[in-house]
């Protein structure tokens, strides 16, 4: 009969130890999973609080798109366009007078005679000019009445909801005390609406004064000026045919028209303008930063990858045991870097340097060179860049440890050099955990904050695909970016403070994917070794 060892963790007889119950291998059970309970349950009250807050974004946005349509703010933005039509064409009539004083200016001629030359076409530019001036009159007019409006409706809800809160705390006297003005928009809106022949008048002068003006343009003796001024009658007149299309908007628009939950989901979704605190009209759309951070994350990646990668194979089947010790580290802490130091570094090295060598002679023949910004797409691209490869290089040479040795060895034994069994048989085989790495590693870039929001350059405008490839050389603004500018200075609760966090719900959702897509990999990657 053997004798049983209390002590002996492999004696199944032996007695062990507990305490309340509680023995050491369901206590280290317990706090393992203890951990990952809090782990989920953070990620899930994280979820929670997102879709919490955000979700009652789009109804809030849909009560301010009806305020701004029944005020007639929608109406007066109609004939807006008009002017912004108009004042374009000002702008490029005045682009025509200053390339003339630049001109002049460049023949060495003194500033009193340049003057004296510009003088004489003065009166067909001021004319011009003044051609605006009862448009923009009647816009101001029309714009201060129901902008009043508006704002008096917004004072008189405010209002209200406080004298609610004040008959909830019992404090009937002072609710009854609570002086609230009643704001008609519609009566407000017919003093604008009963002005429409106003602006129609205006539009028929227009119609006959543009075409009277322009046989009073000045002639130039040289070619680019006479040519831009020709560009100019062009625009001039196909103004005036797109007169009747302004004045159809403006006509048929209707203020009772609902705005929809739907209406206000589509202004945010595919919303081209994110504009906050304007006297106008707030605007919430996701396009411009999402186009923005797209941008900047592609950029990255173009330079991540084949750096995260190549790294990867060469220190994995090419480098000496002494390269491997001596590059693997310095790759790996590249991770460690702050992200606010790369985006000193960014702000203060890189895009300084990148402006220098934009301005040298010889690259003069590039288009969009040399740069007038220091703080671009690029900029911030080039540093994400920077921060991914340490994600894509160590994923990938963990992909590339996976291969099987069979798979190298049966090569090798068929006669195979080393640089075939790479590019043949190991990297296709680690193709797909590879491709995960690059996954993950955009993951990493499209989330990251801190380098985006000193060196992008934070321009809220959706990038001009038309400039080519100096698009990558514009301001940018990004998600990440609009959420840590803008989130400390809002109003708790307010639309502006929604709209962040339904952007930061469609991070999370972006992130959600780029990890589904990238599990979805792997497995396909595990699939494949067998």
């Known amino acids: 009969m053997s004798v049983q060892d209390p002590d002996s963790r492999y004696d199944l007889g032996s007695r062990q130890r507990s305490f309340l119950g509680l023995n050491k291998e369901s206590a280290l059970k317990g706090l393992f999973g203890g951990n990952a309970f809090v782990s989920i349950l953070v990620l899930g009250l994280i979820t929670f609080f997102l879709f919490k807050e955000g979700a009652g974004f789009f109804g809030q946005y849909r009560e301010d798109l009806t305020t701004y349509r029944s005020s007639g703010l929608e109406y007066v933005e109609l004939m807006r366009e008009e002017q912004d039509a108009l004042s374009a064409l000002n702008r490029y009539l005045n682009s025509i007078r200053t390339l003339q004083s630049e001109q002049l200016s460049a023949s060495g001629l003194e500033f009193r005679d340049v003057k004296a030359i510009l003088r004489k076409d003065e009166d067909f530019f001021n004319d011009f000019e ?5 448009l923009r009159e009647h816009i101001l007019e029309a714009n201060e009445i129901v902008a009043t409006a508006r704002d008096s409706y917004n004072e008189m809800l405010d209002l209200q909801e406080h004298q609610q809160n004040l008959l909830k705390a019992g404090r009937e006297d002072e609710a009854q005390n609570l002086t609230i003005p009643e704001v008609d928009l519609e009566m407000m809106f017919s003093l604008v609406k009963d002005t429409e ?7 028929r002068q227009l119609e006959s004064e543009v075409p009277k003006l322009l046989d009073r343009a000045p002639e130039y003796d040289d070619s680019e000026l006479s040519l831009k001024l020709g560009r100019f009658k062009e625009l001039a007149s196909m103004f005036i045919l797109e007169i009747p299309d302004y004045e159809s908007k403006v006509v048929s628009w209707n203020r009772a028209e609902s705005v929809s939950l739907g209406d206000a989901f589509t202004s945010f979704v595919f919303g081209k303008e994110w504009v906050t605190n304007s006297s106008i009209q707030d605007w919430y759309g996701i396009v411009p930063l999402f186009s923005g951070s797209l941008l900047v994350a592609l950029i990255a990646m173009c330079f991540a990858i ?28 590249i991770s460690a870097i702050p992200s606010v130091v790369i985006g000193f570094f960014g702000i203060a090295v890189f895009g300084t340097l990148l402006r220098t060598v934009s301005g040298w002679d010889s690259l003069g023949w590039i288009e969009f060179f040399p740069l007038s910004e220091r703080l671009t797409g690029f900029t911030a691209g080039c540093l994400l860049a920077l921060m991914a490869i340490p994600t894509i290089f160590t994923l990938a040479e963990d992909a590339l440890n996976n291969v099987p040795l069979a798979f190298r060895e049966a090569s090798m034994a068929m006669g195979s050099t080393k640089l075939q069994t790479i590019v043949r048989i190991i990297i296709p085989t680690a193709l797909s955990g590879i491709i995960s790495a690059t996954l993950l590693g955009f993951g990493r870039v499209i989330g990251e904050t801190m380098v985006v929001l000193l060196c992008a350059g934070n321009r809220i405008e959706i990038p001009q695909i038309s400039k080519g490839v100096g698009v990558f050389f514009e301001p940018v603004h990004t998600m990440t970016g609009i959420i840590a500018q803008e989130l400390g200075e809002v109003v708790n609760g307010s639309l502006h403070y929604r709209a962040l966090f339904v952007v930061g719900l469609t991070l999370f959702l972006i992130s959600l994917m780029i990890n589904y897509f990238a599990q979805k990999i792997v497995t396909k990657f595990q699939i494949s070794r067998g």
């Open 306 to 333: 084949p750096l995260g990668v190549g790294a990867a194979v060469y220190v994995n089947q090419v480098a000496s045991p002494i390269e491997q010790n001596l590059i693997k580290p310095y790759i790996e802490f």
């Open 130 to 134: 003044d051609l605006a001036y009862p």
């Open 197 to 203: 022949a106003e602006f129609l008048a205006i539009n």
